[in-house]
């Protein structure tokens, strides 16, 4: 089928879907500047294994690198902005249709996009928390003054051991009750659209089978082949800012011809 057509037919799907899931990965990010997780790290940070930055050990053998890295990833997003498939999937919500967004980014894009439903199994890097865990994630709500200092974690008000950013390391549960909604809109829906993930990271990556095995459709977005491809109703070869739109809206109308 013609590339044109396979757009046609999933735009149509999105329309005649009652409940819909976006489930996103880093590469919906990836058009806002935000480098994808396992995409080479930029910089300073190229010597760096991502996971053994994003886990607890890394974090606790070096608090203040880890802290840094985080402080350079939240000043990064500060300055990004949502990109035209963020803002796809917020309209989305917009015009109507149920929409979960299931996101396994950090960055808040889709919130500052203007997606409501949003259900971050990873955490937020805007929010911090305390290490030994004596505190409550939203005692530390964005525009305290914790994130004053980069260098290195400022020590919890209550106990003094250090903050940490409130998201997910690999190793850790994720926040229970978000993906319990997370499998409820994946068991319910019809049409669950997978933009910009690798599928690698359980138990995130089980939501598609769970949708699929429950009717759904599943269709994958993504320019690179990824291990949801094999079982999924279409997949759309390309970048999230330049399909995303186009499940929303008319292509150009072909001038003449067929
Ligand atoms: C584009 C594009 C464009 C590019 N348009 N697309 C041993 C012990 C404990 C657990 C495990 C274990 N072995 C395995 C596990 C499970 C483990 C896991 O899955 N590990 C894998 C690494 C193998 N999972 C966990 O540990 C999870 N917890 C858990 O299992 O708890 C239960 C348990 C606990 C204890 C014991 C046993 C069980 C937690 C996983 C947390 C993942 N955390 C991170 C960091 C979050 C914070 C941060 O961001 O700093 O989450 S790791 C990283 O992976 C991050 C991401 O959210 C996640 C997914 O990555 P994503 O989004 O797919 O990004 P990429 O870069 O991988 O892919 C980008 C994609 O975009 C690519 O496909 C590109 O092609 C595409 N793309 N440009 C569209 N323009
Ligand atoms: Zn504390």
């Known amino acids: ?63 203040a690198l880890v802290w840094r890295w985080y402080a350079e990833r939240r000043a990064a997003i500060g300055q990004a902005q949502p990109n035209a498939a963020h803002r796809a999937i917020a309209e989305l919500e917009a015009r109507g249709a149920h929409v979960a967004v299931v996101t396994q980014n950090v960055d808040n894009l889709h919130r500052r996009a203007g997606s409501r439903e949003v259900l971050e199994l990873h ?3 805007l929010r911090a928390r305390c290490l030994e865990g004596c505190g409550d994630p939203d005692r530390f709500a964005p525009g305290s003054d914790w994130r004053a200092d980069p260098r ?27 993906f319990a909604r997370a499998e409820h809109e994946a068991l319910g829906c019809d049409l669950m659209l997978v933009v910009g993930t690798s599928a690698l990271v359980y138990p995130a990556a089980d939501l598609p089978a769970l949708a699929r095995d429950a009717g759904a459709r599943v269709v994958v977005v993504n320019p690179e082949e990824t291990p949801l491809d094999a079982r999924a109703a279409r997949v759309l070869r390309g970048k999230a800012a330049t399909i995303l739109p186009r499940l929303l809206d008319e292509l150009p109308e072909r001038t003449g011809g067929a």
């Not at 590469?27 to 930029?42: C, K, M, N, Y």
């Not at 290195?152 to 978000?178: F, Y």
């Open 1 to 63: 089928m013609k590339r044109g057509d396979e757009l046609a037919e999933v735009r149509d799907w999105v329309r005649a879907a009652r409940r819909l899931v976006v489930f996103t990965g880093a590469g919906v990010s990836a058009e806002s500047g935000i480098p994808t997780f396992r995409d080479a790290l930029t910089g300073l940070w190229a010597r760096f294994d991502p996971e053994r930055l994003a886990s607890e050990a890394g974090f606790r053998a070096d608090p």
């Open 123 to 125: 955490g937020n890097i």
């Open 152 to 178: 290195e974690p400022p020590p919890c008000p209550r106990c003094g051991a250090p903050l940490r950013p409130d998201v997910v390391w690999v190793g850790e549960l994720l926040p229970q009750a978000v």
